[in-house]
């Protein structure tokens, strides 16, 4: 089926699912009667597309196209995925489903965003009630990536493998709920500490930045990466999960919650928990707080990437993914040897910006260090290639800043052999924006012999391939500044 998704309800989480399908190369259909909806979901979009490119190290696809519609009929015309964000109203929901299902494909997966209402509710009188299904997602949707999937009982088996490879392409990770339960799984945990706050703040315990304190400072960090039980695991030691329950479930009996209570919601309680709120974090507009939010996210979900951890785990699989296919994913014998190749495609994250808002220093190198690694992946130098025993290591790196690069910005590198022979690679890297050039960075190489530590000639696939790209560029010019601080070799 086409790369088009209906989105019905374009609040913030309608807006978030079109965000996250739009900057995944999907069409994107919108239906809402809010004559400011697209305002809202451009607002959104402003937000998405400053943060979420930036998680991964290979460009994403190129945006789809976001159209907005009259009526559910129309915008669910040829959709492949039907996205329900309306209010949470039984009725209503009822009712745009009967509207959904009367003109959409009947192969096409149509999921609810409902945190409340359980799929067997949601497929009543449905026309195919197994094409219904939850999936709900998390705030900001164009970021988090988990997503409760619950079909229900009735749940057409394969359009839940089709739902669940769809969310996989867009970097996230259905939750496969084979039982349904009222308010799901994530929500369930949420209610718990929520009542908890309640009592703390109710009884003048904690104030509501105390309590958040303790969660972002504390156990939240934790919750990031392993998760509950995981994270219990590591608190038993050497002795594990048995002696982390054997040591702390005695306190389960132990009468410290509320959790079978909650606090009447009197307008004192009210008072005092806006008030708290609004001291601290009344002087930031709800824009600024999600920029603060998306930038967090971001910085910690790139570092998780970089251990191939928890959220991080999911866009390494993503990146992977996006370069198959592609010039990211290209080796040597697939690579045209009479242009320079291209060596990274990818946007500038918010983490690889200064004070100045450019580009911080450091992060040139980086690019650069990652296109020559690259290109020695391309050549065959790889991971497997280099625990043989072999690789390059960089003798000399000469970086020239040319114009200013900002978050966001679309950049691609290529790279042009100067020299290929032997034990030496010498690469000229010139950075771009589309036409504009932005800087350039010439590093010279020498293969070396892991055993020894001494320079040595490389393998002969990998010097086939070095040698054959090489002598396509001989032809090329020399580029402008290339070897004005790297000196030639004798």
């Given at each position: 089926m086409s790369k088009t998704a209906a989105i019905i309800g374009g609040g913030v989480i309608g807006g978030g699912w079109a965000a996250r399908f739009l900057l995944n190369g999907w069409d994107v259909r919108v239906y809402d009667p809010d004559?400011?909806?697209?305002?809202?979901?451009?607002?959104?979009?402003?937000?998405?597309?400053?943060?979420?490119?930036?998680?991964?190290?290979v460009a994403l696809p190129g945006e789809g196209a976001l159209s907005f519609h009259g009526s559910i009929a129309e915008a669910v015309q040829g959709a492949a995925w039907i996205q329900e964000s309306v209010p949470e109203r039984l009725e209503i929901k009822h009712a745009t489903f009967a509207e959904v299902q009367a003109a959409c494909a009947p192969d096409a997966v149509i999921g609810s965003s409902t945190s409340g209402f359980k799929?067997?509710?949601?497929?009543?009188?449905a026309a195919r009630p197994g094409q219904i299904m939850v999936a709900h997602p998390f705030n900001p949707?164009?970021?988090?990536?988990?997503?409760?999937?619950?079909?229900?009982?009735?749940?057409?088996?394969?359009?839940?493998?089709?739902?669940?490879?769809?969310?996989?392409?867009?970097?996230?990770?259905?939750l496969h709920l084979k039982k349904e339960i009222d308010a799901h799984v994530a929500d369930r945990f949420l209610e718990a500490v929520w009542r908890e706050a309640l009592w703390l703040v109710k009884d003048g315990i904690a104030t509501t930045e105390e309590i958040d304190d303790a969660i972002r400072y504390g156990f939240g960090i934790r919750w990031a990466q392993m998760g509950l039980f995981e994270t219990y695991r590591v608190a038993g030691g050497e002795a594990g999960m048995k002696h982390f329950m054997a040591q702390f479930g005695p306190a389960l009996k132990w009468p410290w919650t509320k959790l079978m209570d909650v606090p009447e919601f009197t307008d004192e309680l009210v008072d005092l928990i806006a008030g708290q709120s609004d001291a601290q974090s009344g002087h930031h507009s709800i824009r600024e707080l999600e920029r603060i939010r998306d930038n967090n996210l971001v910085a910690m979900m790139r570092s998780l990437k970089a251990q191939n951890w928890g959220a991080g785990a999911l866009i390494a699989a993503q990146e992977a993914a996006l370069k198959q296919g592609g010039p990211m994913g290209a080796v040597a014998a697939d690579v045209p040897a009479d242009r320079p190749v291209v060596t990274a495609q990818r946007v500038v994250p918010l983490d690889w910006t200064d004070y100045n808002g450019h580009m911080t220093e450091s992060r040139y190198l980086h690019a650069f260090a990652d296109a020559t690694d690259r290109f020695m992946e391309m050549i065959g130098c790889d991971a497997e290639y280099i625990s043989s025993g072999g690789s390059y290591f960089t003798a000399e790196t000469h970086i020239r800043h040319l114009d200013e690069v900002h978050a966001g910005a679309q950049i691609e590198i290529t790279t042009q052999v100067i020299l290929g022979a032997g034990k030496k690679m010498h690469l000229w890297h010139e950075m771009r924006e589309g036409d504009r050039l932005l800087a350039t960075g010439e590093h010279f190489l020498l293969h070396v012999s892991l055993e020894t530590r001494k320079p040595s000639v490389p393998g002969p696939a990998v010097e086939a391939a070095l040698v054959r790209i090489a002598e396509g560029h001989a032809a090329l010019p020399k580029p402008e500044g290339a070897g004005a601080a790297i000196r030639q070799p004798g």
């Open positions: 004559p400011e909806a697209e305002r809202k979901i451009g607002e959104v979009l402003g937000n998405a597309r400053r943060s979420l490119p930036g998680l991964t190290d799929p067997s509710e949601l497929q009543q009188g949707v164009y970021l988090l990536p988990l997503i409760e999937l619950v079909p229900g009982d009735v749940g057409d088996a394969a359009l839940i493998e089709r739902a669940k490879a769809t969310l996989a392409s867009l970097g996230m990770h259905a």
